[in-house]
């Protein structure tokens, strides 16, 4: 059974940072690509940011920046580093675990986990 556990979102002041984790198991984690989104109530839910298995980095335009994805292969956990948050990057934010090893606008994603909250305060 794969899971996908969100966790280190909360409470944080506009200009402030945080680092989001994304514990995995049940999958070969390094043998595929995983990507952060994100979801306010009542819109559809973006991307943000993706990471190949072999580590290639690709970022929303909105993302650049101020937001670094990284994975930890032997940690079987994907990582988002959010700096200079703004007010506008309220959301819940989720792990996704894509069906291949890299990501491209036609990938599936194949698990997500359960969402993290991230509320900045102005």
């Known amino acids: 059974q794969v899971r996908l556990v969100e966790s280190g979102g909360g409470l944080v002041q506009a200009g402030g940072s945080l680092r989001l984790s994304c514990a995995a198991s049940?999958?070969?984690?390094?043998?595929?690509?995983m990507a952060w989104f994100r979801q306010v109530p009542g819109k559809e839910r973006e991307f943000v940011a993706s990471?190949?298995?072999?580590?290639?980095?690709y970022y929303a335009e909105s993302a650049k920046g101020r937001f670094a994805i990284s994975r930890d292969n032997a940690r079987n956990t994907l990582y988002l580093q959010i700096d200079s948050l703004k007010s506008e990057d309220t959301a819940v934010y989720y792990c996704?675990?894509?069906?291949?090893?890299?990501?491209?606008?036609?990938?599936?994603?194949?698990?997500w986990g359960q969402g993290t909250q991230v509320t900045v305060s102005s």
């Open positions: 996704a675990s894509v069906e291949s090893r890299t990501m491209t606008p036609l990938s599936r994603v194949a698990y």
């Open positions: 049940g999958r070969p984690f390094s043998s595929y690509a």
């Open positions: 990471i190949s298995a072999g580590g290639f980095t």
